[in-house]
T-cell receptor, first 116, second 116 residues
């Protein structure tokens, strides 16, 4: 399979725990995005990487959220001291391009995080 | 302000009939791209169709077509000859042309249920 993969697919955490969500983009894709999708809503942008550089983190809801992509391929979204409002599906997307209005993003299956 | 508005939370359509999903958008950027994604219950976002702001013709992709009315800022998706497998959530999204703005802004989505 050459698509975007994410792991784990499901994660249950107790409030206050730290979690790490992994994204494997399509090989060679320069751009990588993280989105948060609350139940019944559209995805909301969290952060964007171009290769290993995090160019936009304006959507991260608090300083408990941290993302990295150290080698320009795999990315990890970390949430510290999880809260119930963090419960959502976290979607990763990658794209071969860096600019231009046509910039199709290929999405992974998402990680469904439930914080108890 | 919402950049993408989808006013239809849910729609029912008879198999083999056509359905139109509404989408209006708000941007002051002359260069932008509009996307439609399908999200089945499995959770993965599937790209359907793209329309660029400078495209002269409405985009078509198989059974999907986009009714682009630039002056009205609308980009409605038409699904012709509906199939049971079309039952899913549908999202309209926009990427604005600012080179520093990479993210997609999504609407709240429309749930489509195809009846046999």
């Amino acid at each position: 399979g050459a698509g975007v993969s994410q792991s784990p697919r499901y994660k249950v955490a107790k409030r206050g725990q730290d979690v790490a969500l992994r994204c494997d983009p399509i090989s060679g894709h320069v751009s990588l995005f993280w989105y948060q999708q609350a139940l019944g809503q559209g995805p909301e942008f969290l952060t964007y990487f171009q290769n290993e550089a995090q160019l936009d983190k304006s959507g991260l809801p608090s300083d408990r959220f941290f993302a990295e992509r150290p080698e320009g391929s795999v990315s990890t979204l970390k949430i510290q001291r999880t809260q119930q409002e963090d419960s959502a599906v976290y979607l990763c997307a990658s794209s071969p391009r860096t600019s231009g209005s046509y910039n199709e993003q290929f999405f992974g299956p998402g990680t469904r995080l439930t914080v108890l | 302000a919402q950049k993408i508005t989808q006013t239809q939370p849910g729609m029912f359509v008879q198999e083999k009939e056509a359905v139109t999903l509404d989408c209006t958008y708000d941007t002051s950027d002359p260069s932008y791209g509009l996307f439609w994604y399908k999200q089945p219950s499995s959770g993965e976002m599937i790209f359907l169709i793209y329309q660029g702001s400078y495209d002269q013709q409405n985009a078509t992709e198989g059974r999907y077509s986009l009714n682009f009315q630039k002056a009205r800022k609308s980009a409605n998706l038409v699904i012709s000859a509906s199939q049971l497998g079309d039952s899913a959530m549908y999202f309209c999204a926009m990427r604005e042309g600012d080179p520093n703005d990479y993210k997609l802004s999504f609407g709240a989505g429309t749930t489509v249920t195809v009846r046999a």
